[in-house]
C-alpha cells in the first residue's frame, strides 16, 4: 500500500510560482508511477503531469507545457511539481497519484492511490 500527501499549495499571483511535494510511504517508490491531477469546482479530475519510475518518461497536459516541470527523488520518496507563470485558470485542488508499472497514462482511472489533495489558487 501507498500513501501519498501532498504540500505546497496556496495563494499567489498571475505569472508567480509554485513548488508542489508529493511525499509517499509505505511500498516501494521507486517502482511506481506517479502522476499530478487537477480538479476545479464543477470541473472533471484532469491529467496534469506524470512521471516515470526512473525518471526518465515525463508527460504534460498541454495546458501547462513549458510552465509546469515535474521531478522525483527517489531518495527522498517525492515528487515535486515546479508551477511557473501560474494562471488563474491553473486554480484547482491538485493530487498526486501512483500506480505500478512504466507507463505514465494520463486516465485518472489507471491511477489506483491518491492523496487528499492540496489546494492552488491563482489571483489575476
Known amino acids: 500500500q501507498v500513501q501519498l500527501v501532498e504540500s505546497g499549495g496556496g495563494l499567489v499571483q498571475a505569472g508567480g510560482s509554485l513548488r508542489l511535494s508529493c511525499v509517499a510511504s509505505?511500498?516501494?517508490?521507486?517502482?511506481?508511477?506517479l502522476g499530478w491531477f487537477r480538479q476545479a469546482p464543477g470541473k472533471e479530475r484532469e491529467f496534469v503531469s506524470g512521471?516515470?519510475?526512473?525518471?526518465?518518461?515525463?508527460a504534460y497536459a498541454d495546458s501547462v507545457k513549458g510552465r509546469f516541470a515535474i521531478s522525483r527523488d527517489n531518495a527522498k520518496n517525492t515528487v515535486y511539481l515546479q508551477m511557473n507563470s501560474l494562471k488563474p485558470e491553473d486554480t484547482a485542488a491538485y493530487y498526486c497519484?501512483?500506480?505500478?508499472?512504466?507507463?505514465?497514462?494520463?486516465?485518472?482511472?489507471?491511477?489506483?492511490?491518491w492523496g487528499q489533495g492540496t489546494q492552488v489558487t491563482v489571483s489575476s
Open positions: 497519484a501512483a500506480r505500478s508499472g512504466t507507463a505514465v497514462p494520463r486516465t485518472t482511472g489507471l491511477y489506483d492511490k
Open positions: 509505505g511500498r516501494t517508490f521507486s517502482t511506481i508511477t
Open positions: 512521471i516515470s519510475w526512473t525518471g526518465g518518461a515525463t
